[in-house]
């Protein structure tokens, strides 16, 4: 299990790494600047039972 991952922020492109919290649960959602360009994203994260985390993230709706 790693303890970070990695999404790309859908307004500028950037690669943007975050902790993983593993216990928040296995599936998570909230809403987080992005640190480069500063646009609202929804970030996503799903936990396997393998402890493994895929990481995508989605503008926030204005």
């Known amino acids: 299990m790693r303890d970070e991952a990695c999404y790309t922020c859908d307004a ?3 690669e943007i790494v975050v902790p ?3 216990s928040a ?3 998570q959602e ?3 600047d992005c640190p480069v ?3 609202a ?3 996503h994260v799903e936990i396997d039972d393998d402890g493994d985390a895929q990481v ?3 503008p926030e709706a204005n």
């Open 56 to 58: 995508w993230a989605e």
């Open 20 to 22: 993983i919290d593993v």
């Open 37 to 39: 360009c500063c646009r």
């Open 30 to 32: 909230y809403v987080e």
């Open 12 to 14: 500028c492109g950037e």
């Open 41 to 43: 994203n929804i970030v």
């Open 25 to 27: 649960g296995s599936s």
